[in-house]
T-cell receptor
Framework: GAGVSQSPSNKVTEKGKDVELRCDPI?????LYWYRQSLGQGLEFLIY????????KSGLPSDRFSAERTGGSVSTLTIQRTQQEDSAVYLC?????????????FGSGTQLSVL | AQKITQTQPGMFVQEKEAVTLDCTYD???????LFWYKQPSSGEMIFLIY??????QNATEGRYSLNFQKARKSANLVISASQLGDSAMYFC????????????FGKGTTLSVSS
C-alpha cells in the first residue's frame, strides 16, 4: 500500500482479555515504531524495530506488552490481560531507517477501549 | 527526566499573525535531530520541519521556520501568517543519533487560530 496501514482501526475489549494490534509499514521501510497516545496527550514511545530486531524497547510500560516484527515488514503489538489504563490510540510509524534526518510516516492508529 | 519540554499547553493567535511555539530539549549527544509534527483533530501526524544539530542555518519550510538556539537547547517553531487551518496540536520531537534512540516526542502545544 501507499501508506502505513494499521488494523483494526477500533478495538473494544473487556478488561483482562488479550488484544493484538497490527501494523503494515510502507514497503521498503526498515524502521518501525510503536507509540501510544492517550486522549489529549503527547505520544509515548513504546518500541522501535530496525528490521526484525528491537534495539529499543525501553518504552514498553509493563511485561503485559510485547511486540514482534516478522520478515522485516508487518509488526504486531500484543497487550495481555488488558487494563482500563491501556485505553488509548496506538500509533505505528515507519521510515527508511537509512538516513538520520528522515521523517516518520504514521498510520491512522488503532483506538483501543478497555471496558 | 523529560527529554523534550513544551511549556505551552495552549496558544491562541489571530489569523495572519505570527506565533512561536516553544520547545526545549535535553541531550548529551553531539549528533541529534529535531522535528516538528502537526496533529489536526483528524488525528493524522503531519511532518512539518527538521533541524540537524550540525546545521548552521535555521530550517525553513514555507510558512514554518525553526529558531534553533543550540547553546540554550531550544528549537522553537515559528509559524508566520497564521491560517485557520493551522489550528491543531503541535509536537516537538528529538532523535539522538549517537545514542541510537527512537524519536521522542514532547507533550505538545494546542494552537487555536481565530478569525
Amino acid at each position: 500500500g501507499a501508506g502505513v496501514s494499521q488494523s483494526p482501526s477500533n478495538k473494544v475489549t473487556e478488561k483482562g482479555k488479550d488484544v493484538e494490534l497490527r501494523c503494515d509499514p510502507i514497503s521498503g521501510h526498515t524502521a518501525l515504531y510503536w507509540y501510544r497516545q492517550s486522549l489529549g496527550q503527547g505520544l509515548e514511545f513504546l518500541i522501535y524495530f530496525q528490521g526484525n530486531s528491537a534495539p529499543d524497547k525501553s518504552g514498553l510500560p509493563s511485561d503485559r506488552f510485547s511486540a514482534e516484527r516478522t520478515g522485516g515488514s508487518v509488526s504486531t503489538l500484543t497487550i495481555q490481560r488488558t487494563q482500563q489504563e491501556d485505553s488509548a490510540v496506538y500509533l505505528c510509524a515507519s521510515s527508511l531507517g537509512q538516513i538520520t534526518n528522515e521523517k516518520l510516516f504514521f498510520g491512522s492508529g488503532t483506538q483501543l477501549s478497555v471496558l | 527526566a523529560q527529554k523534550i519540554t513544551q511549556t505551552q499547553p495552549g496558544m491562541f493567535v489571530q489569523e495572519k499573525e505570527a506565533v512561536t511555539l516553544d520547545c526545549t530539549y535535553d541531550t548529551s549527544d553531539q549528533s541529534y535531530g529535531l522535528f516538528w509534527y502537526k496533529q489536526p483533530s483528524s488525528g493524522e501526524m503531519i511532518f512539518l520541519i527538521y533541524q540537524g544539530s550540525y546545521d548552521e542555518q535555521n530550517a525553513t519550510e514555507g510558512r514554518y521556520s525553526l529558531n534553533f538556539q543550540k547553546a540554550r537547547k531550544s528549537a522553537n517553531l515559528v509559524i508566520s501568517a497564521s491560517q485557520l487551518g493551522d489550528s491543531a496540536m503541535y509536537f516537538c520531537a528529538m532523535r539522538e543519533y549517537w545514542a541510537g534512540t527512537a524519536l521522542i516526542f514532547g507533550k505538545g502545544t494546542t494552537l487555536s487560530v481565530s478569525s
